[in-house]
């Protein structure tokens, strides 16, 4: 089966590469873009499965960006979440509006949560290699005193 393909739109250099790591350790085929004119370039070239979107950026906003995916033919239906320190009401008002499937604000989730929840927005097994437990068969005991 083929990876999850993700593009990564970060401008913060630290956060986007601890960000990479970890989606590249849970199994994703990842890419980065520092800036809204690369990511934008980098997500119709590449079609990933999902974008994870900064909204400021050098070049070109995250919104500017969203507005432009959400526009094209070609990328409309690429999911797409945003990933910011921008946590007011109506950022988040106006990022679900031009399309976002989801809104995350940086500093309200640890980076292990935002993979978490990459992992349930496409149905993967937290720890597909661990085995489910199996039912159990109960015994009744007699217990004497």
């Known amino acids: 089966m083929a990876k999850i393909k993700i593009v990564l739109v970060e401008d913060d250099q630290i956060l986007s590469k601890v960000v990479y790591e970890e989606l590249k350790e849970a ?20 079609k990933p499965n999902l974008v994870l979107l900064d909204i ?14 959400k526009a094209s033919p070609i990328t409309k239906d690429i999911p797409v979440i945003i990933f910011t320190m921008l946590g007011m009401d109506e950022d988040i008002k106006k990022g679900l509006k031009l399309g976002a499937n989801d809104y995350i604000v940086k500093s309200q989730h640890a980076v292990a949560e935002i993979i978490e929840k990459i992992n349930t927005f496409f149905g993967k097994e937290q720890h597909p290699e661990a085995e489910k ?10 217990w004497e005193k």
């Open 133 to 142: 437990p199996k039912a159990e068969k109960r015994i009744k005991v007699k």
């Open 27 to 46: 199994g994703y085929d990842v890419d980065r873009a520092f800036d809204g004119e690369e990511g934008l370039k980098m997500i119709k070239s590449k």
């Open 56 to 69: 400021v950026l050098p070049k070109k906003s995250g919104f500017d960006v969203l507005k432009d995916l």
